[in-house]
């Protein structure tokens, strides 16, 4: 990197953290006469003085490379081979199946479990189509319902196919009372399998995300247990 600077003279900005090679840089840039600034100690020492805490000067420190980082990745590259219904015969290695009608958010709610460390499977409820046997016999993971009011699917479904510009081609997809069906059918569904039921019409994905959270820690430790945050 020294001769890197020799040979491009310029100015010299860098977060390096170990003081040895601090030292030797900055060693370096006077003898070329070149101005060198640390960009980082200026926020660690409000840092510092703010909290009243030194500083570990750990490298790498934010991307510690522990089991539950790989943990995370496993629960991600899982959840992307199983979006939208792919592979529902291996239902009973995942934490949680997501099912739903379209445009009810499965997608990216699983997605936000799986950087949590959660491997998810979702599956589209589609009119006119059974759910695989190997769902409704599932008895590993935690099975959830989402759910939307008709009037908010019908937007978004609109807005999908203006995006994808076939918003002129006439279609169920977005005719209100056929939606209504959809989600009256689905909630049917979802009772009649004892499956817990999310109304995801005014909920954020984070919130979501965390009431399925909750209710894979008492699917797996208790109904009388409380997850810690």
């Known amino acids: 990197m020294i001769e890197d600077i020799e040979a491009a003279p310029g100015i010299v900005l860098y977060t390096i953290v170990d003081r040895e090679l601090c030292a030797r840089l900055e060693t370096a840039c006077k003898a070329a006469a070149l101005p060198v600034v640390s960009v980082l100690d200026p926020v660690v020492e409000v840092f510092h003085g703010y909290l009243n805490l030194p500083a570990t000067m750990r490298v790498g420190g934010q991307h510690v490379l522990d089991a539950g980082y790989f943990d995370r990745i496993e629960a991600l590259n899982y959840t992307m081979a199983h979006d939208d219904g792919q592979l529902p ?99 049917r569904l979802f009772v009649e399998q004892g499956w817990p039921v999310i109304d995801v019409t005014r909920r954020s994905i984070e919130e979501t995300a965390a009431a399925i959270l909750a209710l894979h820690h008492q699917h797996r430790y208790g109904k009388d247990t409380v997850p810690i945050s």
């Open 89 to 187: 015969e291996d239902i009973e290695t995942a934490d949680v199946v997501i099912i739903g009608i379209s445009r009810t958010s499965k997608t990216p709610t699983s997605m936000y479990l799986a950087i949590r460390g959660l491997k998810v499977t979702n599956l589209p409820l589609v009119p006119g189509m059974a759910l695989p046997d190997a769902v409704t016999k599932a008895r590993r993971p935690l099975i959830v319902g989402l759910i939307a009011s008709a009037e908010s699917i019908l937007h978004i479904r609109q807005n999908r196919l203006l995006a994808l510009g076939a918003a002129s081609q006439p279609s169920t997809y977005v005719d209100r009372a056929a939606i209504a069906r959809e989600v009256a059918q689905s909630r």
